[in-house]
């Protein structure tokens, strides 16, 4: 199990902005669970927001008044026989907080105020939700969480990140109908914020490095490349002469058992074989790959390196359930080891 301290240290990764002076104060607070960690990021980035001015946008609003504003709908007012009433259905745009991000922002906190979090977060939220109280509730399950993000919105891509981690990591009670969060995210969402985490954690410690996520393109003799599948890494890094390609695995259990014998997942090993084999960036380049597996309650350490027709191919586990140093020291290990040695 990961203690909420290191989720939140890699959610700070993942989302730089949670490494910033009003955030700060948050990895030296003790959270009892994932969706208490959750609302103490939600209830500091919704205070800097409403500091800042709530999000304010154009909301089509049709309304039944007595006079005209925007565009009159004669066809509902007919239907409606408003005008024996002296009123007409009009169509409008109206200047309101009552647009989806707002949406989303207060659906996610008055969730939250159902789960196993601290009172005084609960007391916070519930003062927040005051400013939201002409914003529209969603279903969680209805949410379109394709936002485009612009200069004027940027500040809250990150809350709709954390809302999106929260409202899908959310189970319904089978008996009462309501929504409870689960203790830790689940393993999907675990998954994307684990090889989120490693591709910043990378990005961020080690500037001299390229780190980057390219399609790989398939070693062809011919062009000819009907029907074959995209290959997208999970995170490459390069020194100008050495390259490693990082596959980051998040499982129940980072090896497979057939009888009494365990081995390495087989897909997962001919994936970051073909990865090694098809990438071509240069031909003097060396170029090994890595299964980096984070460390399950098997408790199985992996940390095996195979020499495949001229490449090194490695699996290693990543123990996240540590003090968050000892996480440092082991991705900086793996650097020196396939980066900066001369040999593996």
Same mark, same amino acid.
């Given at each position: ?14 989302? #730089? ?27 500091? +980035? ?23 504003? +925007?565009?009159?709908?004669? !066809? *509902?007012?007919? #239907? ?22 707002? *949406?989303? /922002? ?16 609960? #007391?916070?939220?519930?003062? &927040? /939700? ?44 089978? @008996?009462?109908? @309501? ?7 689940? %393993? ?20 001299? &490095? ?30 100008? %002469? #050495? !390259? ?19 081995? /390495? ?25 890595? &299964?980096?597996?984070?460390? !399950?309650?098997? +408790? ?6 195979? *020499?495949?027709? +001229? ?8 123990? &996240? ?24």
């Amino acid at each position: 199990m990961i203690p909420v301290q290191n989720i939140f240290h890699m959610l700070a990764y993942a989302f #730089k902005i949670l490494k910033s002076k009003g955030y700060s104060n948050l990895s030296k607070e003790s959270f009892s669970n994932s969706a208490d960690l959750m609302a103490g990021i939600i209830i500091k +980035g919704v205070s800097s927001q409403i500091k800042q001015g709530l999000r304010r946008d154009y909301i089509d609003t049709s309304e039944t008044i007595s006079g005209v504003r +925007g565009k009159i709908d004669v !066809t *509902q007012s007919v #239907k409606y026989r408003t005008l024996n009433n002296k009123q007409l259905i009009c169509t409008f745009d109206d200047f309101s907080i009552d647009m989806k991000m707002n *949406q989303v /922002l207060k659906t996610t906190m008055s969730i939250l105020t159902y789960q196993k979090i601290e009172r005084k977060r609960k #007391k916070e939220l519930r003062r &927040l /939700l005051m400013y939201l109280q002409d914003v529209s509730l969603l279903d969680p399950n209805t949410i379109s969480w394709n936002f485009r993000y612009d200069r004027n919105n940027q500040t809250y891509q990150m809350l709709m990140n954390i809302c999106y981690l929260i409202l899908k990591g959310m189970l319904i009670s089978q @008996k009462t109908g @309501k929504m409870k969060m689960l203790d830790f995210l689940d %393993e999907q969402r675990m998954s994307s914020l684990y090889e989120r985490f490693i591709f910043e954690y990378y990005r961020q410690e080690f500037p001299q &490095l390229k780190v980057y996520a390219p399609y790989i393109r398939w070693n062809l003799d011919d062009d000819f490349q009907d029907l074959l599948p995209m290959m997208k890494s999970d995170i490459v890094i390069s020194n100008g %002469e #050495k !390259t490693l390609i990082i596959d980051a695995k998040f499982y129940g259990k980072s090896t497979q058992q057939y009888y009494d014998v365990r081995t /390495l997942h087989s897909h997962n090993l001919y994936q970051i074989f073909t990865y090694v084999k098809n990438y071509d960036d240069k031909p003097t380049v060396e170029v090994a790959g890595l &299964l980096l597996y984070a460390k !399950t309650s098997d +408790g199985i350490n992996l940390n095996h390196t195979y *020499q495949m027709t +001229g490449n090194y191919i490695a699996a290693q586990t990543l123990d &996240l359930n540590c003090d968050f140093s000892m996480i440092r020291n082991q991705l900086n290990s793996i650097i020196d080891d396939f980066l900066h040695n001369t040999a593996v």
